[in-house]
Structures are given as C-alpha cells and as structure tokens.
Antibody, heavy 119, light 107 residues
Framework: EVQLVESGGGLVQRGGSLRLSCAAS????????MHWVRQAPGKGLMWVSV????????NYADSVRGRFTISRDNARNTLYLQMNSLRDEDTAVYYC????????????WGQGTLVTVSS | DIQMTQSPSSLSASVGDRVTITCQAS??????LNWYQQKPGKAPKLLIY???TLEAGVPSRFSGGGSGTDFTFTISSLQAEDIATYYC?????????FGGGTRVEIK
C-alpha cells in the first residue's frame, strides 16, 4: 500500500525556517517525480514545488522561489522541503504528492502537515 | 503563467440533479487537465485525468470533457456522498496550477 507521511510542521516565527519531510513507502520511491502542494486555512490548493526522480531537476511556484528548496533522499525514501524566510502567507497544510504513471497529475497524497507562521 | 478560472465557486443542488462545473485556462493546455475531489479534513482525490479519463474505481456518474482552454466536470446524478470541494488542475511544463475550487452542497 502506498503511504506518504509528512512531518516537520509546526509554529514558526515570521522570517524563520522549517524543514518538512515526507516519508514514503509501498512503492519504488526513486521512480516518480515528487511534489509539494499546500492549502492555506479555508482556501484552495496551491502547487509549491516539484523534483525529478533523481533530484536533478526542480521547479517552484513564483511565490516560494528563492526561499524554498525541494530535495529528496532516494536511499532513505524521503522527500524534503526546506522553507526559509517564512511569511504569514506561507501558513498552510503542506502535502506531498505524486503521479503513479506521469508527473502531470497527483494520484497519491499524504495526510498533510500544518505550518503556522506567526509574528 | 497559466491561470485557471473555475466556476461557480459554490453551488447547491438536490440529490439526483445533474451538476456541471467549468474551468477555463488562460492559454491552450491541450488536455493536460485533471479534476480532484476534496472532502473536509482530507487530502484531495484524483477523479479524472487528461480532461476526460476516469480514474480507476471512480463512479461513472463523474465525467469530464473539453480541450484547449475550456473544460467541464459533470456529476450526472448528485449523491449525498458527493458533498465536497472540486478542483481543476492544469499542467504546462514546468508548472502546475489549480482552479479556485467549487464547493458542492446539497439543497
């Protein structure tokens, strides 16, 4: 069974940093491109970042580019999101997700981890 | 960047009604359009991919159509368990965008 378990969320001060993790199991983690998607409280979904299967290609939403870094450790079956210079508007539930066949859709999602940025 | 305009933002319908949601892309995205269902407190669930292909295990009352810039998502006969928020999502290399969502309620 595919499982994605996010962790690392919590309360952080504006301007601070946080690293999220997504532990994967039940599939060959080194195969799919992996994504982070977030959802602010009561709001819609926003794609954050993607990383290729070997980690050599990444992309980011404009609102997080230069502040967030996506990475992965295929030996540890874990996806990461390093978040720096956090802003109030980064407050959200962060999901990791991937497409089972193609990277253009999100077939599997984790349960999400809440990040709250406070002044 | 491609913008996705989804409408309506909310709707109320009776059980058994036909429900249609639209999504318009700011540029031609071919058929790189997916639809998700999200229930409160849960992660989204993929229902339709490539504009019109039903994900395995998804009831046939759900359907999708369109290509280019205009897309539709239809529930042919609304059921109580379909109460949720629905999102479209596009892919244009190398970025992804979601529509604003449509909250579906029972009248």
């Amino acid at each position: 069974e595919v499982q994605l378990v996010e962790s690392g969320g919590g309360l952080v001060q504006r301007g601070g940093s946080l690293r999220l993790s997504c532990a994967a199991s039940g599939f060959t983690f080194s195969t799919p491109w992996m994504h982070w998607v977030r959802q602010a409280p009561g709001k819609g979904l926003m794609w954050v970042s993607v990383i290729s299967s070997d980690g050599s290609n990444t992309n980011y939403a404009d609102s997080v580019r230069g502040r967030f870094t996506i990475s992965r450790d295929n030996a540890r079956n874990t996806l990461y999101l390093q978040m720096n210079s956090l802003r109030d508007e980064d407050t959200a539930v962060y999901y990791c997700a991937f497409g089972k066949v193609v990277m253009t859709q999100f077939d599997y999602w984790g349960q999400g981890t809440l990040v709250t940025v406070s002044s | 960047d491609i913008q996705m305009t989804q409408s309506p933002s909310s709707l109320s319908a009776s059980v058994g009604d036909r429900v249609t949601i639209t999504c318009q892309a700011s540029h031609d995205i071919s058929d790189f359009l997916n639809w998700y269902q999200q229930k409160p407190g849960k992660a989204p669930k993929l229902l339709i991919y490539d504009a019109s292909t039903l994900e395995a295990g998804v009831p046939s009352r759900f359907s999708g159509g369109g290509s280019g810039t205009d897309f539709t998502f239809t529930i042919s006969s609304l059921q109580a368990e379909d109460i949720a928020t629905y999102y479209c999502q596009q892919y244009e290399n190398p970025a992804f965008t979601f529509g604003g969502g449509t909250r579906v309620e029972i009248k």
